[in-house]
């Protein structure tokens, strides 16, 4: 993988780390995050030279239900103070404004660049599974039919937060990578649809 896919696949990881509660990695109790920095930044755990080779006793499925649980259950006690549907609003648009920040834009930036770290970096294979449909140079369509995301917010009976902390955010993303890039998608398996349909598209001048 070259450099700039590693720091693109990077930034989506920590996006997921970022999103949640400090609180949520402070518990010492749990073997392999007791070595924590204290500063509270912890960049250093979602290091792929780290947090792929580290031994922990959880596997991905618990480590997710356990950490969104934290962010579910704060942002559900949030929205007995303020409206809900206002809440997601924000969300969405801080999710949008995160993803535009992490994908630094470079004129010679491709789509097989975009894309290629879901198709081989470990993190997305093991949450994700993807079905290729169209790999062109300037068209890639595939269907996610397995998504640990998805699962975990469905059994937290919180899609609308999944939703608006992750799925919200592909467009963006793409666009700010390269503005040419088109996403298109019509369904989400955190909307309880059978997959979720991504297509981009490196649009011509």
């Given at each position: 993988m070259t450099h700039k896919n590693q720091i693109l696949s990077k930034t989506r990881r920590d996006f997921v780390f970022k999103s949640l509660?400090?609180?949520?990695?402070?518990?010492?109790?749990?073997?392999?995050?007791?070595?924590?920095?204290?500063?509270?930044?912890?960049?250093?755990?979602?290091?792929?030279d780290h947090k792929f080779n580290k031994k922990v006793d959880w596997s991905y499925e618990q480590a997710y239900r356990w950490r969104f649980s934290v962010f579910v259950d704060r942002l559900n006690?949030?929205?007995?103070?303020?409206?809900?549907?206002?809440?997601?609003?924000?969300?969405?648009?801080?999710?949008?404004?995160y993803y535009s920040s992490i994908a630094s834009y470079n004129p010679e930036n491709t789509l097989q660049d975009f894309i290629r770290?879901?198709?081989?970096?470990?993190?997305?294979?093991?949450?994700?599974?993807?079905?290729?449909?169209?790999?062109?140079?300037?068209?890639?369509?595939?269907?996610?039919t397995e998504c640990l995301n998805a699962k975990v917010?469905?059994?937290?009976?919180?899609?609308?937060?999944?939703?608006?902390?992750l799925?919200?955010?592909?467009?963006?993303?793409?666009?700010?990578?390269?503005?040419?890039?088109r996403f298109i998608?019509?369904?989400?398996?955190?909307?309880?649809?059978?997959c979720c349909n991504h297509c981009y598209i490196m649009e011509k001048e």
């Open positions: 509660p400090a609180c949520a990695f402070s518990c010492s109790c749990i073997s392999g995050f007791s070595s924590l920095p204290s500063s509270g930044d912890f960049r250093g755990i979602i290091d792929a006690r949030m929205a007995n103070y303020i409206d809900r549907e206002k809440m997601i609003d924000a969300l969405k648009k801080s999710t949008e404004e770290p879901f198709l081989e970096n470990d993190h997305y294979k093991t949450i994700l599974t993807i079905n290729l449909l169209e790999n062109q140079e300037d068209l890639v369509s595939w269907e996610v917010f469905k059994e937290l009976n919180a899609v609308d937060i999944g939703y608006a902390t799925c919200h955010g592909d467009e963006a993303w793409a666009k700010a990578y390269h503005p040419k890039i998608r019509t369904k989400t398996l955190m909307e309880g649809h059978d």
